[in-house]
Each structure stands twice: as C-alpha cells, then as structure tokens.
C-alpha cells in the first residue's frame, strides 16, 4: 500500500509539472489539461510497460538483445495507437481545441513516438537503478549471512557428539570388522578434511558437496536400525554450489527418524542432476507417536536459515517443498546451480 501511494503521488506531481512546462503557451486550462492526460497517460505505459515486464524478464535471462528488440516493437505499437487514437479524437473533436493546432498526422506520430521513448528510457532507467540497490542490499544481507555460517561451520566441525559416537563405532568395529573399521576412519578424515579447509569458500564443487554428504550418510547408517538409500546421479563436474547446503536435511533425516518396531523405519534420498537442475529428494518415517516438530533444530543450520540462504545465494533459482504425510517427512528441493 505504501509503495503504491508512493507511486500515485509521483504521478500526480509529474502530471502537475508537465501541464506547467510543457503546455505553458495554451491559455484554455481544458485543452492543457487535455492534452498533458493524454502525454502523461502514455508516458505512464511506457513507464510501467519496461519497469514491470520488460526489465524483470531481463534480469531473469540477461538477453539484452532480445530486451531491445521487444522495447522498440512496444515503443512502436504504443506510439502508433495513440498516434491513431488521437487522430480519431481531433477529428472528432471530443474535446474542443481553443488554439492553433496545426500538426499533420506525421508529426503526430513523431511527436508520440518520443514521448513514449521518454517513459520508456525513464522506466529502464530507474528499475536499473532499483537493482542496483537491491543488489548491494543483497550483498550486505550476504556478508551477514557468511558471518553466521562461518559459526554454524565451526559448531559443526567441533561437535564432540557426532564425533565422539563415529569413534564409538570406529573401536568397535576395530574388534569385529577391520576393513569396514578403515574404511569408517577414512570417512571420518575426508568429513574432518571437508570441513576444515573446503567450507570457507562461498561455493564449492558440486562433486566435492556430494562426497562429503555420502561421507556424512556412511557414518551415520552404522548407528541407525533404519533402512537407508541413497541414490546419488551426478556426472557433471564444472557446477559448484554453496557449502553445506544439504547437510541439515540429512541431518534431520536421521535426528528424526522413527524407530518403531512395528513397522519398517527408512531414511531414504535421491540426488539428480538434469542439466544445470540439482533435483534433491529427501525422505524419512516420522515416529507415529510424536509428531514431527517441522522446527529442524539439529545441529545444522536449520530449515529457516536454509530457506535464508537459498533466497541470498539462488533467488528466483530454487524451489523449496516440505510436507508430512502419513507419518512421513518429505523434502523437495529443486536448485539452478552456478558453473
């Protein structure tokens, strides 16, 4: 509401400057008020034509060829129909002309032509402007951001109870499986590695992402009863993505997974790749007798900082969808990931 009063009342200031300059010579107030409608009601589509359609549809694909070829057929048929709109109201006379108007057809044309150029330039001009802002908003809402993964990546690399439960695993398995026991060290020095020295880059190979999650999934099977699937489809090695994205669904996967006996209890998830589309897919049985908080409080980040992130570091670029469904937990994450 705010923005649209603001809107309004720079229209009418506009519309009150340009009768003063503009038709300053026309001593009949209808006929100025007249014709300052019909230029200013042009400039405004002009005006909202680019700042509402054109340059958001830029933004989006940065085709800046395909943004001036549909400015100039928009400037082209706006200035052509009020050109022809405005022939038909002269010679008609809707509104009695009470001054020497002596243009032809083709000057009427031109004339509308360059108004309209001017509403149009105004409009690119300041939603360039308009993102420019929001950009620098958004790369200070980043560095915010950074600033609290950066402790989130430290609480995560010192947390002594993953850790302390991983080594549990690791001495027993020392007695009763020696090759599984080196294999769980080796994921637990690639997890350490990963997390020490990769995460404190803003993006980081989507292969390297995927290694340590599957690292992270190994570990944490030895110690869940549940049946655990984890079908990784990934064969491109140019795109990166943000550290520890996916962790705090994983993590929550396993935090809260059922253990009834009654039935199966399944950790279950799916990564795709389609392109530069990362189809992540997430599911775990939720126990029957206590319904899932949906809070996601673990260790990780969280579900409300995750969906902060992704609106930082891929807006517009990803699709989010948690539901709970006969005591089940799903988690749909569609992401355009960066080369």
Same mark, same amino acid.
């Given at each position: $509401?705010?923005?649209f009063?603001l809107? @309004?009342?720079?229209?009418?200031g506009?519309f009150f ?10 001593? =009949?107030?209808?006929n100025?008020l007249y014709?300052?409608?019909?230029? @200013?009601?042009?400039i405004?589509?002009?005006? +909202? #034509?680019?700042y509402?359609?054109?340059? &958001?549809?830029?933004f ?7 943004? @001036?070829?549909?400015? %100039?057929i928009?400037?082209i048929? !706006?200035a ?12 008609? $006379? @809707?509104? &009695? ?20 150029l001017?509403? !149009?330039?105004?409009? #690119? ?8 802002v ?5 790369l200070? /809402?980043?560095?915010k ?8 990546y430290l609480?995560?690399?010192l947390?002594p109870?993953?850790l302390?439960?991983s080594? *549990?695993? %690791? ?13 769980t060290?080796? *994921?637990?020095?690639d997890? !350490? ?5 990769e ?24 110690r ?13 090695? *140019?795109?990166?993505?943000s550290?520890l994205? %996916? ?13 009834d006996?009654?039935? /199966?209890n ?6 795709? %790749?389609t392109g /530069?589309?990362?189809?992540? +897919?997430?599911?775990?049985?939720? &126990?029957?007798?206590?319904p ?9 980040? #969280?579900?409300q ?7 930082l ?12 469904? =006969?005591?089940?937990?799903?988690? +749909? ?7």
């Amino acid at each position: $509401m705010q923005r649209f009063l603001l809107h @309004v009342s720079f229209w009418l200031g506009f519309f009150f400057i340009w009768n003063q300059i503009t038709y300053f010579y026309i001593s =009949d107030k209808g006929n100025r008020l007249y014709f300052s409608a019909l230029d @200013v009601s042009l400039i405004l589509c002009a005006f +909202y #034509g680019i700042y509402s359609y054109l340059m &958001p549809r830029y933004f989006k694909h940065k085709h800046l060829t395909k943004l @001036v070829v549909q400015s %100039l057929i928009y400037l082209i048929l !706006l200035a052509g129909g009020y050109a022809f709109a405005m022939k038909l109201f002269l010679n008609h $006379m @809707v509104v &009695p002309i009470h001054f020497n108007f002596s243009w032809n057809y083709t000057d009427l044309q031109y004339n509308r032509f360059f108004i309209a150029l001017l509403g !149009l330039l105004g409009g #690119g001009a300041i939603k360039l402007a308009l993102d420019r802002v929001n950009t620098q908003r958004r790369l200070n /809402e980043m560095e915010k951001a950074n600033s609290l993964a950066e402790l989130t990546y430290l609480k995560a690399q010192l947390n002594p109870h993953f850790l302390f439960n991983s080594l *549990n695993s %690791l001495y027993t398995q020392l007695d009763f499986d020696l090759p599984q026991a080196k294999f769980t060290l080796v *994921n637990i020095a690639d997890l !350490l590695r990963y997390q020490l020295y990769e995460c404190s880059a803003d993006f980081v190979p989507l292969s390297k992402e995927l290694m340590h999650l599957e690292n992270y999934f190994n570990l944490q099977r030895i110690r869940t009863e549940a049946t655990t699937i984890l079908n990784v489809k990934v064969d491109n090695n *140019n795109l990166t993505i943000s550290p520890l994205l %996916l962790m705090p669904f994983v993590e929550n996967a396993f935090k809260h997974v059922s253990d009834d006996d009654s039935r /199966e209890n399944i950790i279950q998830i799916d990564i795709q %790749l389609t392109g /530069e589309n990362l189809h992540f +897919y997430c599911m775990n049985t939720s &126990p029957v007798k206590e319904p899932l908080s949906g809070t996601y409080d673990s260790t990780g980040i #969280g579900l409300q900082n995750v969906r902060q992130r992704l609106e930082l570091l891929y807006s517009n670029k990803y699709e989010l969808t948690t539901k709970e469904l =006969d005591h089940k937990y799903y988690i +749909y994450l569609n992401l355009i990931l960066n080369q």
